[in-house]
C-alpha cells in the first residue's frame, strides 16, 4: 500500500510560480509511474502530468506544456511539479498519483494510488 501526501500548494497571483510536492512512502517508489491531476469543484479531474519510473519520459497536457515541469527523486521518494506563469484558470486542487506501472498515462482510472491534494489558487 502506498501512502501519497502532497504539499506546497497555496494562493499566488497571476504570473507567480509554485512548487508541489507528492511524498511517497509505503512501497517500492521506483516501481511506479507517476502522475499530478487537478480538479475544480463540480468538474472530473483532468490529467495535467506524468513520468515514467525512471524520469526520463514525461508527458503534459497542452494547457501546461512550457510552464510546468514534472520531475522525481526517487532516492527520496519524491515527485515535484514546479509550476511557473501561473493563470488563474489553474485554480484548481492538486493531486498526485501512483501507477503501478512502469510507464504513466493520462487517464486516473489507471493509477492505484492517490493522495488527499493540496489547494492552489491563482488570483490577483
Known amino acids: 500500500q502506498v501512502q501519497l501526501v502532497e504539499s506546497g500548494g497555496g494562493l499566488v497571483q497571476p504570473g507567480d510560480s509554485l512548487t508541489l510536492t507528492c511524498a511517497a512512502s509505503g512501497g517500492t517508489f521506483s516501481n511506479y509511474a507517476m502522475g499530478w491531476f487537478r480538479q475544480v469543484s463540480g468538474k472530473e479531474r483532468e490529467f495535467v502530468a506524468a513520468i515514467s519510473w525512471s524520469g526520463p519520459t514525461t508527458y503534459y497536457t497542452d494547457d501546461v506544456k512550457g510552464r510546468f515541469t514534472i520531475s522525481r527523486d526517487n532516492a527520496k521518494n519524491t515527485v515535484y511539479l514546479q509550476m511557473t506563469t501561473l493563470k488563474p484558470e489553474d485554480t484548481a486542487r492538486y493531486y498526485c498519483?501512483?501507477?503501478?506501472?512502469?510507464?504513466?498515462?493520462?487517464?486516473?482510472?489507471?493509477?492505484?494510488?492517490w493522495g488527499q491534494g493540496t489547494q492552489v489558487t491563482v488570483s490577483s
Open positions: 498519483a501512483a501507477r503501478r506501472n512502469f510507464n504513466y498515462h493520462t487517464a486516473p482510472s489507471n493509477y492505484n494510488y
